[in-house]
């Protein structure tokens, strides 16, 4: 990662990467306090919103389990019954989600087109925010199997650094600006989702990791505090990829399109030089 840091100051200082780490001062503004009230009122939307849905549910999960169970009804009362093969693969579906974290499952949905771009709007949000608070991309891994060969949890990730986070650590504290930076990167995500439909579905490993890094804090964060860092960090990203659009939306598309890091880098550019 030290390398890929090294290889982004060099093309930023040769005036190819403008816009990386142009807005890595944003997080020393406004105010530090952010009630859900505060995140309605600034994003009109409820902080639920904002939660990941367990086990991939959502607002629609009702209505198509009332389906499932009533086509199910109907198929038992016309002679067919499927109730073996059904605890057959309940039962596969249970040994994926122990014993493989739910890859094979994952690995099937990111295959739906709705889910699929769902994923790669939230990518695409952890991505942008990255590029704009300066810290270095490595790669995005859109296929769950790769993911998990690479110990990321969940159906995809995206890889970044932050040096001086990184060096904090290493030493055993923590800068408030660095972690406040990073918080911002990784609930991107899930304000992406918030931001293009309304709520978000995926996060839940982004909400893990969070929490994970705020136990290395001296002292730790206190639940409130974590609570109030949440919604802080979902506000500053949603409010940076509200005022980006174009860039999130081409990073989007470049996403879809399986094309490399470099052309996904150079749509946000012509895309932010294009508002400018």
């Known amino acids: 990662m030290k390398l890929v840091g090294k290889a982004y100051g060099f093309l930023k200082d040769r005036g190819f990467l403008p816009n990386f780490g142009k807005f890595r001062n944003v997080v020393l503004e406004g105010t530090r306090n952010v009630t859900p009230t505060v995140l309605k009122t600034s994003t009109g939307l409820e902080a639920s919103k904002f939660a ?26 016309q002679g067919i019954d499927l109730r073996p093969n059904l605890t057959a693969v309940l039962g596969l579906a249970f040994a994926d989600s122990i014993f493989l974290g739910g890859t094979c499952l994952a690995q099937l949905s990111s ?18 925010i990255a590029y704009l608070m300066g810290c270095p991309i490595r790669g995005v891994i859109l296929d769950p199997i790769v993911a998990m060969q690479m110990g990321i949890q969940g159906q995809a990730g995206t890889q970044f650094w932050d040096e001086k986070m990184a060096n904090d650590l290493a030493e055993g504290r923590l800068d408030g600006t660095a972690f406040d930076r990073y918080c911002m990167v990784l609930f991107a995500g899930i304000a992406a989702e918030a931001l293009i439909y309304g709520e978000a579905e995926g996060g839940e490993n982004d909400e893990n990791l969070f929490r994970g890094i705020c136990v290395l804090l001296e002292p730790p964060l206190s639940v409130p505090e974590m609570s109030n860092q949440a919604r802080w960090s979902l506000l500053q990203a949603y409010n940076m990829l509200k005022w980006h659009k174009n860039a999130h939306r081409a990073a989007v598309k470049a996403l879809e399109s399986r094309s490399g ?14 508002n400018m």
């Open 261 to 274: 890091l470099s052309v996904v880098i150079r749509s946000i550019e012509e895309a932010m030089s294009t």
């Open 52 to 77: 990941p849905k367990k086990w991939g549910l959502s607002e629609s999960s009702g209505p198509i389990l009332v389906a499932f169970l009533g086509g199910l009804s109907f198929l038992l009362s």
């Open 111 to 128: 295959y739906w087109p709705p889910n699929r771009r769902r994923i790669l709007i939230h990518e695409a949000g952890h991505l942008l």
